[in-house]
């Protein structure tokens, strides 16, 4: 999982406001995934993106979750109002565009909302 | 669809013992598969993968899994486990023809014990 790079590691937010996860894939790489790990459960496919395009948003809730790659800086996935069941932690990653047959992952953002 | 099954979410196996972690999928077209392997509040790093060839995988840490089709399983074992596998280990299952949607299982927590 090395050269994937999340930010914030650890964010708390209160109830009702946002949060915004950050995501720079490993270099030469162009495809983002994001997933969601709730506690004691497994991973959850919520987007997938190619710069300036969202390819798959299957996975992401309908309201308040939305997420981007532009085509300059990171991915972002942001979270509007947030609430308690958003507390997770958010992985993001990525593959090269022209081999898309492994992914490798960030460390992670945990999210805390109080 | 893809799905993956996991059938043990626990697995405690002390120290120097042999340990298989199942899992298996559901697909309807050829596969590429994957093991992940997460520790305590980190992201997942690949511990394997099989896209093609020969049915046995080497991985890191002296893992292995071996790929089969007729019974849709892609085992992980690893002959003599060590305190430091303890970690929670995923299964994947990708498309090559739809490769932007990595499936996960729901994971197995390895425990080893002195």
């Known amino acids: 999982n090395a050269g994937v790079m999340q930010n914030p590691r650890h964010l708390v937010r209160r109830r009702g406001q946002e949060a915004r996860l950050r995501c720079s894939p490993m270099?030469?790489?162009?495809?983002v995934y994001w997933y969601r790990q709730l506690p004691e459960e497994g991973l959850k496919f919520m987007v997938y993106?190619?710069?300036?395009?969202?390819?798959?948003e299957s996975g992401m809730p309908k309201e308040r979750f939305s997420a981007e790659f532009p085509k300059e800086g990171p991915s972002i996935l942001r979270i509007q109002q947030v609430v308690r069941g958003d507390s997770a932690a958010y992985f993001c990653a990525s593959s090269p565009g022209s081999s898309r047959n492994t992914i490798y992952f960030g460390e992670g953002s945990w999210l805390t909302v109080v | 669809a893809q799905s993956v099954t996991q059938l043990d979410s626990q697995v405690p196996v002390f120290e120097e013992a042999p340990v298989e972690l199942r899992c298996n999928y559901s697909s309807s077209v050829s596969v590429y598969l994957f093991w992940y392997v997460q520790y305590p509040n980190q992201g997942l790093q690949l511990l394997l993968k099989y896209l093609s060839g020969s049915t046995l995988v080497k991985g890191i840490n002296g893992f292995e899994a071996e790929f089969n089709k007729s019974q849709t399983s892609f085992h992980l074992r690893k002959p003599s486990v060590h305190i430091s596998d303890t970690a929670e280990y995923f299964c994947a299952v990708s498309e090559p023809l739809d490769g932007q949607n990595f499936v996960f299982g729901p994971g197995t927590r390895l425990s080893v014990l002195p």
């Open positions: 270099k030469g790489h162009s495809h």
């Open positions: 993106l190619q710069k300036e395009n969202i390819i798959d």
